[in-house]
């Protein structure tokens, strides 16, 4: 009998082991918004990258289904967008130092706000604070030429620093960011 009940709690134990195993090895498919990172400069020259969820069109429409006209936006799909400055920047003549940012936006159907806010690791928009706003700045929302199915962000060099450009669908919107330079003691 102790044997038999040995036995019974080894087994029980085993098949336990088995399917805890099987589990592990299941991986979940693509994600519908999957994550993308646009960067400008690379290595020790790098400025700036930005992370961000790339959500599709799918026959809905920017300002009403996505992306609300008139409503704080993460900026993307599922985690608020993250902003990383490798140098200090300006955004419309504010400070932004060297560091780690949420990027938001409010759509309009002429303008967009483009948001830098000190609230991080934050799902959506469900975080941002009016009160952590760091630089903001409203640039025109223009038409473009081709539509892009996914939403998209890429650097463009300036002048006097970079431009953040955000698309999707024909709408396009670009965010100057000014480089600021340090003077260097001898």
Do not use: C
Not at 38 to 51: D, E, H, M, P, T
């Amino acid at each position: 009998m102790k044997n038999l009940k040995l036995f019974t709690t080894i087994a029980f134990a085993f098949m336990m082991l088995v399917s805890f195993n099987v589990d592990a090895q299941k991986f979940r498919g693509l994600d519908k918004s999957p994550m993308d990172a646009a960067s400008i400069g690379r290595g020790s020259k790098q400025l700036a990258v930005v992370y961000y969820s790339r959500p599709q069109l799918n026959g809905r429409t920017v300002g009403k289904e996505l992306a609300p006209f008139g409503k704080v936006w993460r900026t993307g799909a599922n985690e608020a967008t993250k902003l990383i400055l490798n140098t200090d920047m300006s955004l419309n003549g504010k400070t932004l130092v060297a560091g780690t940012y949420s990027l938001f936006t409010i759509p309009g159907e002429k303008e967009w706000e483009v948001i830098v806010s000190s609230d991080v690791n934050n799902w959506g928009a469900s975080g941002y604070k009016e009160e952590n706003k760091v630089a903001s700045i409203k640039v025109p929302a223009t038409m473009g030429d081709e539509s892009l199915e996914a939403f998209s962000m890429a650097f463009e060099p300036s002048d006097d620093g970079v431009h953040l450009h955000m698309g999707w669908d024909k709408v396009r919107v670009a965010v100057p960011f000014k480089q600021m330079f340090r003077l260097q003691k001898n």
